[in-house]
């Protein structure tokens, strides 16, 4: 379904009233949305499903999913964790996960950022570069 430019203006205006002190307020969530649902503005639905798309954008912005090969200890997973705090905030989860695909190193994920310190990734490197 093609989605309007109103619905997308509609969409980020919520998201922008959603947010309370640079964080998501799920009251506030869910008072919009049935707030929309009550008054069913022209484009609602496609206003509400870009709405669902930008929070979930907004979500994986504050979700780190850290993969290493082995399982990191507490003190190297606290210090990873606070390392990414002070760069995305201290509203930012996290998710540790075991990837044996990896070899070595690990796998940093945080919304679209990427960053890969792995073996494996360091051999598929050299493999195009040869």
Avoid at 64 to 75: C, G, K, M, W
């Amino acid at each position: 379904m093609k989605i309007t430019k109103e619905a997308h203006a509609l969409a980020r205006q919520l998201l922008r009233l959603s947010l309370a002190d640079g964080t998501l307020d799920r009251a506030r969530v869910s008072s919009l949305v049935q707030s929309v649902l009550q008054e069913k503005p022209r484009h609602y639905l496609g206003a509400l499903e870009a709405y669902q798309r930008l929070l979930r954008l907004e979500i994986e912005k504050r979700h780190a999913v850290i993969e290493s090969a082995a399982p990191l200890n507490s003190a190297t997973a606290d210090a990873v964790v606070s390392s990414l705090r002070q760069k995305y905030g201290n509203d930012l989860t996290t998710e540790f996960k075991v990837n044996s695909e990896l070899i070595g190193g690990m796998r940093v994920k945080i919304g679209s950022d990427v960053w890969d310190g792995s073996v494996r990734n360091r051999l598929a490197r050299l493999q195009e570069q040869l």
